[in-house]
């Protein structure tokens, strides 16, 4: 048999699969190989070595062994498993073509593997496999790409109209209030089920052009909010994959200020991973791409972000000129300016939260204290000031709050802030929030009374509901 193409990385939808079957590796290369030969492939012959290759090595198998997996695992499960649901996708979905149909294949392909894994196996700890070279040059013609044209578009009424994507936008909104309130990890696997609905409706049902083009902007954003709310319990490759098919499926909607929103989000998630280099590119894509529609209170934002990645790489002149940009683009915004749904946060207190924490980015990578001092302030104002039903985002005002005390040295100050963190996290599940508390913790140890910023982390990972450990 031919050596299968490399990877560099266990494949646990495989792992997953293949536990839930009770083969041994030996056991189900025999059977691979029974089922080959009754087909004529003569050739098809692996061993336990080689099933291991595929499991713990990431090895993608060649055809037609994904479709002979997939049989074998159908027949023993009892349920309909695809190659897609093992984690081989012959297209992988980052590099999947632009246009209408391709997006809804590749998103309902990943949204059936993701609700079949539920349960079975955390998200948690998923290792990150998408390249940014390979996302940048993917996402990087979208500003010049025209939507493509619509394959279940008629001229008169479709089986989808128009109240049916109102129903979309409105249950979008709700989930992005309730994720604001209680974090990802009690909303996600709800969000994923109904994007597998409305992209089910956009992928198989008829409608007119422009319920069309609305539909696959609803999708897009919804989508965005699955991006997100993975992103929030840590599973950073389902997190890209979403967010760039949200993208996507926002540029088939013509909707260019939806698509930059979600590559800001794509930017941060880049971000908290401790890649600042691409994020900002995913930012200049966004500014670039929207330049023509973008409201100031987006373009904004988009600055300020520009700004927080810049600090991230230490570049102090270029971010503190992206600070500048962003607060003069915000006094541009108008009380009665029209805002989406998913801009409707870009306020006065977020724009102060967010350029609080890049004065603190900046005062670690310049060691300039006064940076932090400056941060400390405005992450004060937006904690004071942020409405109650943002509660995470208060959360993590209040704890980074809390870092720049520490920053100035101020340890007290910076205990009384976590604990207010801690007493607003009960009713919040988002794994950022735990890992901002282990950040804390691990800037703290050089005070006196760290032990005080132990028992905080072990007081809100047992009112999340976590066990990341602290020592």
Known sequence: MPDDRRATQPNRALQHWFDLSGYSK?????????????????????????????????????????DLLAQIFSE?????????????????????????APTTKALGHITRMDLLRQ???????????VTPDALLQHLQTWAHATPSTLPNAVETAGSIGMNDVEKIQATTDIFKKLDNAYGGGLLRTAVVGQVAWANSLAHHGTYSEPVGRALMAALADLCGVAGWMSHDIGATDEAVRYLVLATQAAKEGGDRNLAAHLLQCLARVYGYIDKPAPALEFITLATYGSRETATPRIRSGLYALEARFNAMLGRERPTLQAINRSLETFA???????????????????????????????????HRPEHAATGAGLLSHAASSRPAERLRSKIFDYLGLSRACLALKEPEAAIASATTAVDLSGEVSSIRILNRFRDLLLEGQDFKESDGLTELLMRACNKIGSTIDVH
């Open 26 to 66: 030996q056991g189900l290369a025999t059977e691979i190989t029974r089922l080959a030969r009754a087909a004529g492939h003569a050739n098809v012959c692996p061993d336990g070595s080689r099933v291991r290759r595929w499991l713990v090595d990431g090895e993608i198998p060649r055809d037609p062994v994904p």
């Open 76 to 100: 023993r499960t009892g349920s309909r498993v695809t190659p897609a649901d093992l984690g081989i996708c012959r297209q992988p979905a980052d590099q999947v073509s632009w246009g209408a």
């Open 119 to 129: 349960g079975a196996a955390s998200h948690q700890g998923v290792e990150y496999s």
């Open 332 to 366: 541009e915004t108008g009380p009665s300016d029209h805002e989406e749904s998913f801009t409707s946060h870009l306020d006065e207190t977020e724009l102060h939260s967010t350029l609080g924490e890049v004065y603190l980015f900046l005062s670690r990578t310049t």
